[in-house]
């Protein structure tokens, strides 16, 4: 009698642990099934949106780093560094929306560095 009461107790076990494995499944099966339907939503709505001028604020986060830290050594008085830096930013990501101000950026760099080494009339000749 006890011998069967532990066999039924192991195959209860068994068939329960079975049980909440399969609900577990179907359970995780849901989930990403509702994940992909999300992340098809979203990249519908940003398909849809793509036509619209990208802003200066939705740069990636590696653009907006490169141009803050050009824009910082311009104020700094490095504008060798400021304008290597704007170069980066705009070898490495070309499209960006930060391209135009980095562009005048540079003209104005340009600018502040001819004017600070051209030799002026006080410079021995």
Known sequence: MMKTALWLTAFGSIVG???????????????????????????????KSNGAAPKAAAAAPQER??????AKAGEAG???????LYARLLSRFPQ???????????DAQKKKLSTATAPGPAAPG
Do not use: C, N
């Open 17 to 47: 642990l079975g049980v909440w494995l399969w609900f577990a499944g179907q359970r995780a099966a849901e989930r990403k099934s509702a994940a992909e339907h999300r992340a098809a939503a979203f990249l519908a709505e940003a398909m």
């Open 65 to 70: 780093l490169l141009f803050d830290a050009a």
């Open 78 to 84: 490095e504008p060798a560094l400021a304008i290597q």
């Open 96 to 106: 960006t929306a930060l391209a135009t101000p980095a562009r005048a950026a540079v």
